[in-house]
């Protein structure tokens, strides 16, 4: 776990890698020197990312699966990544999962799972990180424009991200006298899988209609891409941010700037 890079020799756990914008943060971590916990609901995307590091940066990944809204699942995952690989010095609280909808018509279980993944699963994934962290440490939380902005239709998701943003703030306070830093990245839209269904209503039924009706909505004139938002989380996560911690960084284009 030695060599060079802008983690070299540290370990990073990051959540929902499987797929998106975790897993290009993974594959990006890995490439600067990280050992990287891949860890998914899904087994077999945390391996489909773990083995595409693995052919570029050989003992530099390995899978593990837990539901990070589920304790016991969370907690004995972090603590096979802190026996497997030693340490942990990165948490990326990437997981997460988008539902559409308003107030009005948004399910009560819709509601409780959004803010499970987000808002509970930063808090169980970090509580159970921070027994193996030390100084030095870094933990970036997954926000998102929505915790910033009024975005139509996203009633439960951008209520569990503004929760996500202010549990950033407070574990900042309380985490600095121990050497870890927390910060937040609030992403604008990219498109990955989880916002195909956002696209297929704002297109009505064409997701590619729905992309063009969104990129008028950034000053950038395009959407964010996953690596866009692995690079401000690589930043966070590496000593570079060391006097940033509580800090909420959009990566948005311009979105919320207007
Ligand atoms: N894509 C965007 O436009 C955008 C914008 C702002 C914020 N975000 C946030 O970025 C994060 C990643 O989103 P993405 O677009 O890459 O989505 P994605 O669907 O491509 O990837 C999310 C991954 O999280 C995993 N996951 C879901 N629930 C989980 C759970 N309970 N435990 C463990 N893993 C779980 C999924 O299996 C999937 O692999 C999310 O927190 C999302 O809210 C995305």
């Given at each position: 776990m030695t060599g060079q890079g802008r983690l070299a020799g540290k370990v990073a756990l990051v959540t929902g890698?499987?797929?998106?914008i975790g897993q290009a943060a993974a594959q990006r971590f890995a490439a600067e020197g990280a050992t990287v916990?891949?860890?998914?609901?899904?087994s077999e995307l945390a391996a489909l990312t773990t083995m595409l590091i693995e052919k570029e940066h050989e003992d530099h990944a390995m899978a593990f699966t837990a539901d990070v809204g589920n304790a016991a699942e969370i907690e004995t995952a972090v603590d096979l990544v802190a026996a497997e690989l030693?340490?942990?010095?990165v948490v990326y609280n990437n997981a997460g999962t988008m539902e559409l909808g308003s107030v009005e018509d948004t399910a009560e279980e819709v509601w409780d799972q959004t803010f499970g993944v987000h808002a509970k699963g930063t808090y169980l994934t970090s509580r159970a990180a921070l027994e193996h962290m030390g100084p030095g440490g870094a933990i970036v939380n997954q926000g998102s424009i929505s915790a910033l902005v009024g975005v139509q239709y996203l009633a439960a998701y951008s209520a569990a991200k503004g929760a996500v943003v202010a549990l950033t703030r407070q574990m900042a306070v309380d985490l600095a006298p121990r050497g870890i830093r927390v910060n937040a990245i609030c992403p604008g839209t990219c498109r990955t899988p989880m916002t195909e269904p956002l696209f297929r209503a704002r297109g009505e039924g064409d997701a590619e209609a729905g992309v063009a009706a969104t990129i008028p909505k950034y000053p950038l004139g395009r959407l964010g891409t996953p690596e866009d938002i692995a690079t401000a989380a690589l930043f966070l996560a590496s000593?570079?941010?060391?006097?940033?911690?509580g800090s909420v960084l959009t990566s948005d284009g311009g979105m919320t700037a207007q």
């Open positions: 890698a499987g797929s998106g916990a891949v860890l998914d609901i899904r030693g340490r942990i010095d000593d570079e941010a060391s006097f940033m911690t």
